[in-house]
């Protein structure tokens, strides 16, 4: 399927997660704010969100550097 | 997870939950004197005692430091677990019957009047009922040791050592919040601010989340900011080689695991007495194996993720304990970690490329990961000798010196000596995103990140794609973090820790709860009401006047905030094949070439061209947001609205620049 990752196309299988979507991109950094469809989900749902196709992700990292 | 039965509610927690936080979790209620989520379960107080039935035998036990690691039935109100509650608080209602914690949870278990006196009675409504929370807290969470228990049995007490408030007493507030009953005051404050509360109430707000949250946020208590070494890896932004990639495979070996184990744990902060960050870390008894301390044990401050990388990865030096003898050496000799990273990294591709050899550098060896050789180079720099002398006039002076006197490309030199306005850079790659390159090249003080850090908003997150959102950042963001420099306060308790709501804020890259708790302290010092706008307008006033200022030293001109190409783009074929892929999309894509058509020199210069464009285009917006002319200097209409134009002789230097009405 097809999801729009931070305003960029990408490819993925079906049935990703939230969570399995920042490890593919390996988005390690912790203070993240995630949006699906510009609706937040909170990180104790990352594992439990299931992407569909179509959809748009924003992946928001909060890093201001020292 | 286990299954727990809570007052006949089924839940499931994670192994090692206390029974307490269990049944707030089911919004069960059970009263705790002497509990924190910021620090470790004491078990002292009692009374938030209940039953447990794991199927064999009942039994009472403390809710707060009970950790579950079976199935069990829970029954927090059963006749024995009142029984004992009873027991406990008719205690405590004897010896301190005004205190409200006390009087609540006693009601509860049917309690208004104790049935005996106590002989330590006392009437006060904010008397100590000796929880210990504010001990523990000052010991565990501020890392201090002010507050202890003296005596022992009737006449303990919480008291300072000899009974005065000791210099190591931060006034943090931490004990007095965390106080059940308000026993904690503070006396007058020598700075003498106007509302000494609402500065400390801001920052009980920060402690508060730095104790509960950073453990999982970004662990700056544990292993400071070394933990950005394996977030900017793993991002392609960790400066490898003089910047040439941005990732390494044996970057693991200098990661934040391999500092923790080296770094002391559990005390003070290095850098600002007191702060719950506590981010500045030391290494102790680092055995020295070169210089002139050599064969001594020595506590080195630091290394922070700057040194590890500049010091690190960038010079392919992939050992921590060269990294540490590194940062002792600068710090010894007066030398700044990232300046000396990055003139080596510069130093080490010379060589590399053939502008130095061993001739040149009196036989030192200079390939990309000499520990030896970089040791030699810092010790001869202290001494004022050698290959040394050279190396620490710095890149500025060098990329001179090499082409007078060994006949090197100017042009190559200019491409990857990574300094602008004679200052090296810090230790980011900056390649993607054209919003760093601008946070680094319009930098009143040179190419460091303290004014702007864009990389991830820009590059990772794709938030400010346009050149007019590029420049409204390069606005906010610089006026922003000079107001921390204004009020001498720290950036990092701004965005290093995230308050639990952030990303609800509708703008949580400004943090905004924390930018409000920054108004209450500088209300709260000053006496003056301010708004997050007007910090904003404090810092423009400075930033405008320190430009002029450059522009005076001569350093403030649209030129000089021109930047290597090493930080726009690949300068080298090796670069640009290293992430060809990358590199072709964006030319396929963005500059509309055929790359499959084109030679590698063709789309390096290319991707060239387009880039420097792009950055002159930054330079426009950002000129024009800030109210500065094409040449980036602030107009008259600026310098005036800002009130700054009656600095003597300033509108007079605007002029003689070329700066017309
Ligand atoms: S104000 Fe802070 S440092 Fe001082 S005693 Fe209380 S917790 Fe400790
Ligand atoms: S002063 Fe407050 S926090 Fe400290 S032991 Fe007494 S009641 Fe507890
Ligand atoms: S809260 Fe459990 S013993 Fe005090």
Not at chain 2, 493 to 505: F, R
């Amino acid at each position: 399927m097809r999801l729009t990752v931070n305003g960029e196309p990408y490819a993925c299988s079906e049935g990703l997660t939230v969570e399995g979507l920042i490890r593919e991109k390996t988005f390690t950094f912790p203070l993240k704010v995630v949006f699906v469809n510009r609706q937040l989900v909170r990180k104790d749902r990352f594992a439990s969100t299931v992407l569909r196709d179509g959809d748009v992700v924003e992946i928001v990292h909060l890093i201001g550097g020292g | 997870m286990i299954e727990v039965t809570i007052d006949g509610r089924k839940t499931e927690v994670a192994p090692g939950t206390t029974i307490l936080a269990a049944a707030r979790a089911l919004g069960i209620p059970i009263p705790a004197f002497c509990d924190s989520p910021m620090v470790e379960p004491y078990g002292a107080c009692r009374v938030c005692s209940v039953e447990v039935d794991d199927g064999r035998k009942k039994r009472i036990v403390t809710a707060c430091n009970y950790p579950l690691s079976k199935p069990l039935a829970v029954l927090t109100r059963s006749d024995r677990a009142l029984g004992v509650r009873r027991v406990v608080l008719e205690m405590m209602l004897a010896r301190w019957p005004n205190v409200k914690v006390i009087r609540e949870a006693a009601r509860d278990v049917g309690l208004t009047e104790p049935r005996f006196s106590h002989p330590k009675r006392n009437e006060s409504e904010s008397a100590c009922i000796l929880c210990g929370l504010c001990v523990r807290l000052c010991h565990e969470g501020v890392w201090h040791r002010v507050l202890a228990f003296e005596g022992r049995g009737e006449s303990r007490r919480v008291s300072m050592p000899y009974g005065k408030q000791p210099p190591e007493c931060v006034g943090c507030m931490a004990c007095a919040n965390v106080c059940p009953t308000g026993a904690i005051r503070f006396a007058e404050d020598p700075n003498r601010p106007a509302n000494a509360d609402r500065i400390r109430r801001a920052g009980a707000e920060l402690t508060r989340e730095v104790l509960l949250l950073d453990g999982s946020q970004c662990r700056m208590r544990e292993v400071g900011t070394a933990h950005l070494v394996e977030i900017m890896n793993d991002y392609d932004l960790l400066p490898v080689h003089n910047y040439r990639f941005g990732a390494h495979a044996e970057a693991h070996r200098i990661a934040s695991d391999k500092f923790k184990p080296i770094f002391s744990q559990g005390i003070d902060d290095g850098c600002a007495l007191g702060c719950d960050m506590a981010c500045a870390k030391a290494v102790e008894g680092h055995l020295l194996r070169t210089g002139p301390d050599k064969g001594k044990r020595v506590l080195v401050d630091g290394p922070e993720y700057e040194t590890a990388s500049g010091c690190g990865s960038n010079l392919g030096i992939f050992e921590p304990w060269a990294i540490v003898e590194i940062n002792y050496y600068c710090d010894h000799y007066g030398l700044d970690t990232i300046s000396f990273g990055t003139l080596m990294a510069f130093v080490m591709e010379c060589f590399e490329a053939g502008a130095l050899n061993l001739e040149r550098t009196g036989g030192i060896d200079l390939r990309f990961g000499s520990i030896d050789g970089t040791l030699e180079v810092l010790h001869q720099m202290a001494r004022g000798e050698g290959f040394g002398k050279i190396a620490g006039q710095g890149i500025r002076r060098m990329k001179r010196i090499f082409a007078e006197r060994f006949g090197a490309d100017p042009a190559f030199l200019q491409d990857i000596g990574m300094e602008a306005k004679g200052l090296e850079y810090s230790e980011y790659v900056t390649k993607e995103s054209l919003a760093q390159q601008g946070g680094y090249g319009i930098a009143l003080k040179g190419p460091q990140h303290d004014e702007a850090w864009l990389i991830f908003m820009d590059m990772v997150n794709k938030q400010i794609p346009t050149f007019e959102d590029k420049a409204e950042a390069l606005h906010y963001f610089p006026m922003w973090r000079t107001w921390f420099g204004l009020n001498g306060l720290c950036k990092l308790l701004w965005n290093d820790v995230e308050p639990e709501d952030n990303a609800e804020s509708g703008a949580p890259a400004k943090v905004p709860r924390h930018v409000r708790g920054y108004c209450e302290f500088f209300a709260g010092m000053t006496g003056k009401e301010v708004a997050p706008e007007d910090l904003i307008a404090q810092s423009e006033r400075v930033y405008n006047f320190q430009r002029v200022f450059n522009l005076k030293m001569g350093f403030g001109r649209r030129r000089h905030d021109a930047i290597p190409y090493r930080s726009q783009g690949p300068v080298t074929a090796e670069e640009y094949l290293s992430r060809e892929e990358r590199y072709d999309k964006q030319l396929r894509e963005e500059v509309g070439a055929d790359p499959a058509t084109m030679t590698l020199d063709e789309k390096r210069a290319a991707l060239r061209r387009y880039r420097e464009d792009r950055y002159e285009k930054l330079l426009d917006a950002v000129y024009k947001r800030r109210g500065w002319t094409s040449d980036g200097i602030p107009t008259l209409a600026k310098v005036r609205s800002l009130g700054i134009d009656r600095v003597e002789g300033l509108v007079d230097l605007l002029r003689a620049n070329g700066v017309a009405e």
